[in-house]
């Protein structure tokens, strides 16, 4: 995905948000990292959610808010074994409890990784990792805007 580029989605209630996922997941082509940011309660967990269910996983998608790190195991398109990371940051207070779990290997193993709370490892992230911004703009409506 070229850096310039962005787009801007608005889902107006909650069953748009899959629409959004498959949006996001074409949008961003070949990248796999992407950094999720918003206030509590905007969404974040309710998108990586919608995106897991577009990629066929089946199982109960949670929050890592206690756990750090989520895994779900899927299959792609050809059949081939993959996985998705879920990951939030929020509770880390330094990078070097970031580096502590391995973030590293979860950025650069070619597979999904999804990070609520990117903040405190910006520098370490790659360069075409997409950042995706959610907005609350009333109950039920959010602005997703994806650079």
């Not at 391995?102 to 950025?107: A, T």
Request: proline content about 3%.
């Amino acid at each position: 995905m070229e850096k310039n580029q962005e787009k801007e989605i608005t889902i107006n209630n909650i069953k748009e948000i899959g629409f959004a996922a498959s949006q996001i997941l074409n949008f961003s082509k070949t990248a796999k990292t992407f950094a999720l940011s918003g206030d509590l309660g905007a969404g974040k967990t309710t998108l990586v959610q919608a995106i897991c269910r577009h990629l066929g996983i089946t199982e109960n998608v949670t929050s890592p808010t206690f756990s750090l790190v989520n895994e779900y195991p899927f299959q792609d398109k050809n059949g081939e074994a993959k996985l998705l990371r879920h990951l939030d940051l929020y509770r880390l207070k330094t990078i070097e409890e970031a580096l502590g779990i391995g973030i590293e290997d979860y950025l650069y193993d070619g597979n999904y990784c999804f990070i609520e709370w990117p903040e405190l490892i910006e520098a370490l992230l790659p360069t075409d990792t997409v950042n995706i911004n959610i907005s609350i703009l009333n109950d039920s409506s959010r602005k997703i805007l994806i650079l």
